[in-house]
Nanobody, 119 residues
Framework: QVQLVESGGGLVQPGGSLRLSCAAS????????MGWYRQAPGKQRELVAA???????NYTDSVKGRFTISRDNAKNTVYLQMNSLKPEDTAVYYC?????????????WGQGTQVTVSS
């Protein structure tokens, strides 16, 4: 059974930094694309950053230059380094693991970790 466990969320002041971690178990981590999504109150869940199994990355425009996604296949872990945080980054952040075969996507989700940016 696949399990994704996020950690590293919390309360931080504007301009501060946090690093989120997502530890995966129950799957062959290296074959999956990994991503971080977030959902703010009253808003839809959105993709923040993703990294392919080959290490290619993409980011939503609002976090480019501030956030960095990385993965350590030896530790079955994906990270999201968040710098220069803004109040609008406040949301629950979810780890996603995806395997796509043809047009079929197989998704697993973590339970989410709260990030609050406030003074």
């Amino acid at each position: 059974q696949v399990q994704l466990v996020e950690s590293g969320g919390g309360l931080v002041q504007p301009g501060g930094s946090l690093r989120l971690s997502c530890a995966a178990s129950g799957s062959i981590f290296s074959i999956y694309a990994m991503g971080w999504y977030r959902q703010a109150p009253g808003k839809q869940r959105e993709l923040v950053a993703a990294i392919t199994r080959g290490g290619s990355t993409n980011y939503t425009d609002s976090v480019k230059g501030r956030f960095t996604i990385s993965r350590d296949n030896a530790k079955n872990t994906v990270y999201l380094q968040m710098n220069s945080l803004k109040p609008e980054d406040t949301a629950v952040y979810y780890c996603n693991q995806r395997l796509q075969i043809g047009v079929t996507k197989y998704d697993h989700w973590g339970q989410g970790t709260q990030v609050t940016v406030s003074s």
